[in-house]
């Protein structure tokens, strides 16, 4: 359980990399204010940092001993299914997308 924990949060974070940059490359914003500072801080290489503090992160989580870990890393989780799918819908076809269960093009 712990590895497929793990696995989906990292999933997820490439996941939200991959929306974010599709949306803000059609002209759409991020919203939240950490982000946006770090994009301000570096540039167009923002998820470099992201991806390399959240995925030890993640790793920690899924991996740390008792159930607090792995309890974290579902509410984690959770929050980034919940921005994936934010992100998606910003899209045209984002909808049709989520239905058919598909990641849009």
Do not use: H
């Not at 500072?37 to 790793?59: D, H, S, T």
Request: proline share 6%; charged share 15%; glycine share 10%.
């Amino acid at each position: 359980m712990r590895i497929v924990l793990t696995v989906l949060f990292i999933a997820l974070q490439v996941l939200d990399v991959w929306t974010t940059r599709s949306i803000l490359a059609r002209g759409g914003r991020e919203r939240n204010p950490v982000m946006r500072a770090l994009m301000r801080v570096c540039g167009r290489w923002w998820w470099a940092p992201k991806l390399g503090f959240a995925i030890p992160c993640g790793v920690y989580l899924g991996f740390a001993g008792g159930w607090e870990g792995p309890a974290l890393l579902v509410m984690c989780n959770l929050l980034y299914i919940w921005v994936v799918w934010n992100n998606m819908r910003q899209f045209p076809q984002g909808r049709r997308a989520l239905t058919a269960l598909r990641l849009p093009l």
